[in-house]
């Protein structure tokens, strides 16, 4: 047996030095939610220290955060990560984003890449991936993601694409900017890792597999059942109660591995949880908090509160409660996984990765509700969830989960407290109206894609390709704008050519630099999806040109187009009964794209109006799912 070392290191500490990884094991399959719950952890540990005004040396007496245990086979000089690598490549990825957000930085190049015999090498040394980390640290370095043969390669340029609407600061400087260097100096030297080092490769994976193991230990669910089966007296209803348990938690798992846990989060938070952690200094943990850190040690600390008491009080927890909500949560997260009417809103909202949707759904849910009505009122929840985050996004305000845990908390609360049908939409329509961002004419004229919401400005043009195209009885499909794995998948398309130097000579009066030529390129009104290798084909020309290529891919992108209203008496009769002042152009005028802008915000009016609960109160239940 080598040596083993266990040693704490900070994220600078340990990202300043060079791994390598094994060919089997190089795959970065990390996927937006795993990257979310990252920085949403990371971003709300940071916000219980920070305070506005705070200066940068404050910083160290923030409260420390520990990341868990990364596994490092030492081979001569040569360090492979054996266990960490997911957590050490999206790291990296995180300082990158960073670095850009405050370029020239000094203390950040080195942890991302380090000079060797005169050459630059990553600190996470992966050949597949040298050029797509090099694109982006670099920025403007040639990469051609559609080209990209290597999945990894590709799922790390999609990961970083989506960063800059993840790493969103809630709490801000007094100057209303982020505090960007707080948060960098306390993620490299606030954030612990333990480091073990084995010199013998064999015992590296030995120790791999030991933690990995989850044969020799108890998960949370199951520590959970065995406190409640042990209060169940008889012997017939325990055995019952066993099977019944172990049947559902089964159908969780393979569904995916982080059901088991989520839901027992979601249902327990959505029911009983009736206090949150405030976010200042000294504030300790409360229910919402411990739910998520060890739920089976609050069920048996709060067993009074859910009226557990006698052994009937067990059985019913196990056969009526545990047995109705998991399946209300295993309904739910199907339709969150593919679209199925009158259900899409869930599925929408997974799309836009909210992540406390399952919790909200099942809150207004009682003990006695059919499926049915069960079914309808999570449909009601997810279409108001669905009208939120539009509303957000349209008013350049962040999603982020430290940004709104604390609304959403109060939402679940008063959601709990509806009676019926009727009352949850009254409450969810008096919750609309009381929302500060609303559909509004000033930020939506200027309403524009930028860096921090590019994933959910795509969402917003696949909604409304998806919306139009259903209302003219168009074949479509929504998967497809979404499908990221497809060899030419969709992208965004702007109207306006890159060459704005030629849209300052046209319009001096409107454009005095390019960079004011871009922010009204950038325009909701000047966007389309179009298929990635299209897109990139059209960059440099002009609308005119162009115009062919958005008739032919999908009806938004086509109506620009004046053959795309004649004969086309689907489109012509649904523009006729909704009101909208869709136009064919000839020249994309700056006119132009503010009567799109124009246009883009009376669609997105239509999609996610408030009228929506009504109709979901009034429609027939469907069949359960």
């Known amino acids: 047996m080598g040596k083993i070392t266990a040693d704490s290191r ?3 500490e340990l990202l300043d030095n060079r791994y390598e990884v094994d060919y089997y094991q190089r795959e970065y399959r990390w996927e937006e939610r795993q990257v979310a719950e990252l920085l949403d952890d990371l971003i709300a540990k940071f916000q219980d220290s920070y305070e506005p005004g705070d200066e940068r040396e404050a910083v160290r007496e923030y409260e420390k955060y520990f990341l868990g245990s990364v596994v490092i086979a030492e081979r001569g000089t040569a360090r492979f990560i054996v266990d960490g690598q997911q957590r050490l490549t999206t790291l990296t990825l995180v300082l990158v984003e960073l670095y850009r957000r405050q370029e020239g930085r000094p203390d950040l190049p080195s942890r991302i890449f380090s000079q060797q015999y005169g050459k630059e090498r990553f600190n996470i040394a992966v050949p597949e991936r040298d050029r797509v980390m090099r694109a982006i640290y670099y920025d403007d370095a040639p990469y051609d993601p559609a080209a990209e043969a290597d999945p990894s390669a590709r799922n790390i340029w999609d990961r970083f694409a989506e960063l800059g609407s993840l790493l969103v600061i809630s709490e801000k400087q007094p100057d209303g900017s982020e505090p960007i260097a707080h948060f960098t100096d306390w993620l490299l030297h606030n954030v612990v890792l333990v480091e073990i080092v084995a010199t013998d490769e064999e015992d590296a994976y030995t120790i791999f597999e030991t933690m990995n193991d989850r044969g020799l230990s108890l998960s949370e669910a199951e520590m959970l059942k065995g406190y ?41 938070r959505a029911r009983w ?13 409360q229910d919402f908090d411990h739910i998520g850190s060890g739920f089976h040690k609050w069920v048996r600390e709060s067993a009074p509160r859910l009226d557990l008491d006698s052994p009937s009080d067990f059985e019913r ?39 406390l949707q399952y919790p909200l759904l099942l809150a207004p849910v009682g003990p006695g509700d059919s499926a049915e009505v069960a079914d309808r009122k999570m449909r009601m929840v997810a279409t108001f969830i669905d009208i939120y985050i ?16 604390y609304t959403m908390f109060g939402l679940m609360k008063g959601l709990r407290a509806t009676a019926g049908l009727g009352g949850l939409r009254e409450y969810l329509e008096t919750r609309l109206d009381e929302m500060e961002e609303q559909f509004d004419d000033a930020p939506f004229a200027e309403f524009r894609r930028h860096q921090q919401n590019q994933r959910f400005v795509f969402n917003l043009l696949a909604r409304m390709t998806y919306f139009v195209e259903r209302a003219a009885a168009k074949p479509t499909s929504f998967e497809k704008y979404l499908d990221r794995s497809a060899k030419n998948r969709y992208d965004v398309e702007h109207i306006w050519p890159d060459t704005l130097d030629a849209y300052i000579e046209l319009y001096p009066d409107r454009f005095k630099t390019r960079e004011q030529a871009q922010l009204f390129r950038d325009r909701l009104g000047g966007l389309v999806l179009l298929p990635e290798k299209v897109n990139r084909s059209l960059q440099a020309k002009p609308f005119i040109e162009k115009r062919d290529n958005y008739l032919a891919d999908n009806l938004l992108a086509g109506s620009l187009h004046p053959a795309a209203y004649g004969n086309n008496p689907g489109f012509t009769s649904w523009l006729a009964a909704a009101g909208l002042e869709f136009v064919p152009y000839d020249d994309f005028t700056p006119e132009a794209l ?25 429609a027939p239940s469907p069949a359960p799912v």
């Open 10 to 12: 900070t994220v600078s």
């Open 228 to 268: 409640l089966l042990s209060r169940i007296a008889d012997d017939g209803k325990r055995h019952e109660a066993n099977e019944l348990w172990r049947a559902r938690l089964l159908e969780l798992i393979e569904r995916s591995k982080d059901d088991e846990l989520d839901f027992f989060k979601a249902w327990l």
């Open 273 to 285: 949880a009736e206090s949150i952690r405030e976010r200042k200094k000294g504030s300790v943990n």
């Open 317 to 355: 927890f196990v056969f009526e409660d545990f047995d109705r909500y998991s399946k209300h949560y295993l309904r739910a997260r199907g339709w969150g996984e593919a679209l199925r009417e009158p259900f899409e809103a869930v599925f929408f909202n997974s799309q836009n990765n909210f992540t």
């Open 390 to 405: 539009a509303r957000r996004v349209i008013n350049n305000r962040t999603l982020t989960y430290s940004a709104i845990v």
């Open 594 to 618: 503010e009567a799109r802008q124009a246009l883009y915000m009376g669609l997105c009016r239509l999609i996610w109006s408030p009228d929506r609960l009504g109709e979901i109160e009034a």
